[in-house]
């Protein structure tokens, strides 16, 4: 097969195979974690003994989930070193140092805590618990930040320049405080929010369906439902921004999206593909389902808004594997609205029975619906961070660095071996997670469990609860 033999081949499927497993974790570690801190924060509030019972057990998925993540994500660490070492040279000034921030600001700080969280019910205060709590929740996000400012960076570089062939920062508050950088990362937390929330409510409405402890879940699933009444329409909101930012930084990527081949004349609308196959060595659709100037609008907000086409940037220069980002920016999209019908018809649901003089058992379908929809976040989730890195190339760092450039010269044969590695010890690891979280997830909650000392001390009364 001759693609083995092709190095940059092989170290991008590598990168893409760690990078695509790997952001399956942080995903739950960042929402979940908020989530404990919610429930936390009630349970010490209304004095109700069901929220202290969901911060116990969600806890042993995040932990899980941790786990995972962060021995899944060090490889990629040291991939820069390995197959991609002419762009550590190139860009260590700047991108070393935002993932030293990563591990020395936020990930010290969630594994710092961490222990606190999980272990010290019974060993610290209650307002050293929360802060614990938040501490790790914080470190969580904190992550995701500084992951997508190097990213960001990637995408839109700024506040330095080239020099004997290494990049020299000449501001980093130019550097870190491109708009581009915020919105990326408001998309992304969004969409750990609202994956993880879920997940929270998709086995909530499993343990409904299948009558045990039901009064306790289905407050985590109303939780649920209210935070992604709030999150969605802000990830509509950040997603229109975000994408207005594409088609002015990375024009290619924008028209690779659309499939959009020629820029439309001024005073004539651009149409938007529905559907459609592009051909990149034909420089052409062979065929599209349209919509007349529905692309002007989405894009310049009027029916006649000039969009840049594939055409004006040399086919070199173009995004490789058109269809792929063309179809995954769209299924993202219809896991977003997937998300968005479910919420929506959910809080409609809810509002109609608190119309009548008698409280009706969830539906079957409904709850059904919620766990059939565990998957979206990470669906959306995977396809959008394809069409945020396919649609970079031919880039490693956008107009600086072609990724050809930033591979290291290895044996075909060594990358080889080593995507092959990965890929067997990402399944076992991906079926250890399965197993693990299944039997949490069956044995499920410890309704019985002892509150911590000091409640009990506070609140004697609770002792027989």
């Known amino acids: 097969m001759e693609f083995l033999q092709d190095t940059l081949l092989l170290s991008r499927l590598q990168f893409a195979l760690t990078a695509i497993f790997h952001i399956l974790w942080p995903l739950l570690t960042v929402g979940l974690s908020i989530f404990l801190v919610v429930v936390e924060i009630l349970w010490l ?34 991939e820069f070193g390995t197959n991609w070492a002419p762009f550590s040279r190139m860009t260590g000034e700047f991108f070393g140092n935002i993932l030293g921030y990563d591990g020395a600001m936020a990930l010290m700080l969630e594994a710092g805590f961490l222990g ?13 618990h929360l802060f614990a709590t938040i501490m790790v929740a914080l470190g969580s996000s904190l992550s995701a930040f500084w992951i997508m400012i190097a990213n960001g960076w990637m995408q839109a570089p700024t506040g330095g320049h080239i ?21 990326g990362y408001a998309h992304m937390w969004l969409a750990c929010i609202e994956t993880s929330l879920l997940v929270v409510g998709g086995v909530s409405a499993w343990y409904i369906l299948k009558h045990r402890h039901q009064s306790l879940f289905l407050k985590s699933l109303k939780l649920a439902l209210a935070g992604l009444l709030a999150a969605a329409p802000l990830q509509i909101l950040v997603g229109d921004v975000t994408g207005l930012y594409i088609f002015e930084l990375q024009p290619a990527k924008g028209a690779a999206i659309e499939a959009h081949w020629d820029t439309n004349p001024a005073g004539q609308g651009a149409e938007w593909h529905i559907l459609a196959w592009p051909d990149k060595q034909e420089q052409d659709n062979d065929w599209a389902i349209s919509i007349p100037n529905a692309l002007s609008l989405i894009v310049a907000h009027s029916l006649d808004g000039q969009v ?13 594997a058109i269809a792929l980002i063309f179809y995954s920016f769209r299924m993202m999209f219809i896991a977003g609205l997937a998300m968005a019908a479910l919420t929506l018809g959910s809080a409609y649901y809810w509002w109609r029975q608190r119309q009548l003089p008698m409280t009706l058992d969830l539906p079957a379908w409904l709850l059904k619906t919620w766990v059939a929809a565990i998957p979206l976040g990470y669906v959306a ?16 760092v956008y107009g600086l660095l072609r990724t050809e450039q930033a591979a290291s010269t290895l044996p075909a044969s060594a990358v080889a071996t080593s995507l092959g590695l990965f890929a067997v010890v990402y399944t076992f690891l991906l079926a250890s997670f399965l197993v693990f979280a299944r039997r949490i997830i069956m044995a499920g909650p410890n309704v019985d469990q002892p509150l911590p000392v000091f409640m009990l001390s506070a609140h004697p009364e609770q002792e027989k609860a």
């Open 116 to 128: 606190i969280m999980m272990f010290g019910w019974n060993r610290v205060p209650a307002g050293m």
């Open 308 to 320: 840049k086409g594939l055409k004006e940037s040399v086919p070199t220069d173009q995004p490789p």
């Open 163 to 183: 020099e004997a062939g290494r990049y020299v920062v000449d501001s980093y508050a130019e550097a870190l405080t491109n708009p581009y950088h915020y919105w």
């Open 381 to 396: 989730t995977e396809c959008g961070w394809i069409v945020r890195e396919v649609g970079r190339q031919p880039w490693a």
């Open 45 to 78: 509030k209304t004095k109700d003994r069901d929220y202290f019972v969901h911060a116990r057990f969600w806890s042993k998925l995040f932990l899980l989930n941790f786990a995972v993540g962060v021995v899944s994500g060090i490889p990629m660490e040291f």
